[in-house]
């Protein structure tokens, strides 16, 4: 039985319990306090008593703590991915992965938040001096989706912490292990309260927080639905909402594409994670004179990956979350069927496994732009492929949609790509590399994923406010004020 952690220590409680389970055996691994309102209260008190003193702690000190942090970090590899695979799913190669990343950005934040605290600015008179501040918002709660349980953390996490805010962690309930594996390295490099961990369901504990007026800002990454619905309880308060939701991308492969690598590349980024990743390709648009040769490649490489075990070496996918995940991933394809779509491979929960939320690696083709796999946001290891007329005809396609998180092109032809790059809204635009992050480029979404950049320079802004200082080194009486003021300009009476 896990615990919460608040102001530095281990608060033992007598709640109800989650269960957490092993999506590839079904088996119960552990289980998490169901936290509840009075919990998120005794966190915000911890976090808002840290915050009086972290807030001042000068950034080279700041930098030196979130180092140490990614030091720890990586000695904890191995042990950290193993813990994310039993309880997400993921094969533990991504889970590695993952944690690198992870450190990487605690390392990054270190030193970008060491870099700058705001700007000069011209005055607009003599003997004067105009500059900006930028400053912590209070307390930050972070909600964590289960599908990159410690890399969303982070991105949220390392920079409230730089720019002088204090944190309150809400780990998904599906995956809260290794964030409660890292609380005592927390705890090791951070002053009592500056990370707390609580437990429990989004609309009990989650909600408390949000609601919660000693909280600052709220940063979420989750679906559209709990988007719509914090956004809602932070604008009745006038509360910061710091929001990524949903994905649909467009993936368009061009007729000068080599085939070989773009084959490969739309595998990689469509059943990463098992398809469980906001921003993979979850539409593919081929040229139609290649689409056959394309979609041939296509099945030929989803037929030949491995579902399994996580901890299985040979495994290159594993399991969907949850029994919820599987059934709504299944609908839609069935949906699909119905409407004329055709299964070229997978499209199927898989029969070899007994336990397990296992599905098949799907690729469909007849899709159909309206059909609900493919306009709104399918969480699962499934490529539809649609043929497309040429460039015009796909941006037009990848353009219909709600969701702009990301979207990608191959192609060797530079007028295609700039053009899909300039009129296809979305916030990432990759070009015969997709799904590559870099931590100093900002990642987020446009129109319904949302309006907030984490990663960049610019995640750092997100969890700090600007305050405009303007200084007169000189004492004096000004022309405009009443005393001195001239209006002989004016028309009379």
Known sequence: MRHQWVGGQWLKSNHDRILVVNPATEEIIDHIPRGTAADADRAVQAAREAFNAWRWMPAVEKAQLLHAIARDLRGRQKELATVMTGDGGKPFCENRDE????????????????????????????????????????????????????????WKVAPALMAGNTVILKPSEETPLSTLDIADIFGAHLPQGVVNIVTGFGEE??????????????????????????????????????????????????????????????????????????????RIYVFDDIADEFTERVVKVAKSLRLGNGLDPGTDIGPLIDRRQLQDVDSRVKDAIR???????????????????????????????????????????????????????????????????????????????????????ASTFWINDPLTDNDAGPFGGMRQTGHSRELGKEGIDEFRE????????????????????????????
């Open 99 to 154: 944690v690198e990343w992870v450190a990487a950005c605690f390392d990054y934040y270190a030193e970008i938040g060491r870099n700058s605290r705001g700007s000069s600015l011209p005055p607009v008179a003599h003997h004067q001096v105009n500059f900006t501040i930028k400053e912590p918002y209070g307390v930050v709660v972070g909600i964590i989706p289960w599908n990159y349980p410690l890399l969303l953390m982070a």
């Open 205 to 282: 504990i989650g909600e408390a927080l949000v609601r919660h007026p000693g909280t600052d800002l709220i940063a979420l990454t989750g679906s559209v639905e709990t988007g719509k619905h914090i956004g809602q309880l932070c604008a009745a308060q006038v509360k910061k909402f710091h929001d990524e939701l949903g994905g649909n991308d467009p993936f368009i492969v061009c007729n000068d594409a080599d085939l070989e690598i773009t084959s490969r590349a739309c595998c990689w980024v469509a059943f990463l994670n098992t398809g469980q990743v906001c921003a993979s390709a979850k």
């Open 339 to 425: 409407d004329g779509a055709k299964v070229l491979c997978g499209g199927r929960r898989s029969p070899k496994f007994k336990k397990g939320f296992f599905y098949e690696p799907t690729v469909m083709v007849n899709v159909k732009q309206k059909m609900r796999l493919v306009h709104t946001e399918t969480f699962g290891p499934i490529r539809p492929i649609m043929r497309v007329k040429g460039i015009d005809h796909a941006i037009e396609l990848a353009n219909d949609s709600t969701y702009d998180l990301g979207a990608n092109i191959y192609t060797n032809n530079m007028e295609w790509a700039m053009a899909a790059m300039e009129r296809i809204t």
């Open 466 to 493: 600007t305050k405009h200082v303007h200084l007169d080194y000189k004492q004096e009486l000004k022309p405009y004020w009443y005393n001195k003021r001239y209006n002989k300009d004016a028309p009379g009476v």
